[in-house]
């Protein structure tokens, strides 16, 4: 696995931990929310995290503008992408 993908996969898990605190989940569905999102991360057709979140959290009636999912996306990335690194 090239590190590229590596650094989606955990950045999304990270994501996935930020969304599944907004919505609400705590504990097990928390994690397993987050799972989800880098699990996703392999398959070309679920990849789309993005507009995944912004309907879950449409759907439960969270108040976040797409450039601050945007924004959290991309501070992800780079905290991925330094975690990467020191490994």
């Given at each position: 696995m090239d590190e590229e993908l590596k650094t989606a996969i955990r950045r999304n898990q990270m994501l996935?931990?930020?969304?599944?605190?907004?919505l609400?989940?705590?504990?097990?569905?928390?994690?397993?929310?987050?799972?989800?999102?880098?699990?996703?991360?392999?398959?070309?057709q679920c990849n789309d995290v993005f507009s995944k979140i912004c309907k879950d959290f449409e759907a439960a009636g969270v108040n976040q503008s797409d450039?601050?999912?945007?924004?959290?996306?991309?501070?992800?990335?780079?905290?991925?992408?330094s975690q990467m690194?020191?490994?």
């Amino acid at each position: 696995m090239d590190e590229e993908l590596k650094t989606a996969i955990r950045r999304n898990q990270m994501l996935g931990m930020w969304a599944a605190g907004k919505l609400g989940l705590t504990g097990a569905e928390s994690d397993a929310y987050a799972q989800a999102l880098a699990v996703s991360t392999l398959d070309p057709q679920c990849n789309d995290v993005f507009s995944k979140i912004c309907k879950d959290f449409e759907a439960a009636g969270v108040n976040q503008s797409d450039e601050q999912i945007l924004g959290v996306m991309n501070e992800l990335l780079l905290q991925a992408a330094s975690q990467m690194q020191t490994r």
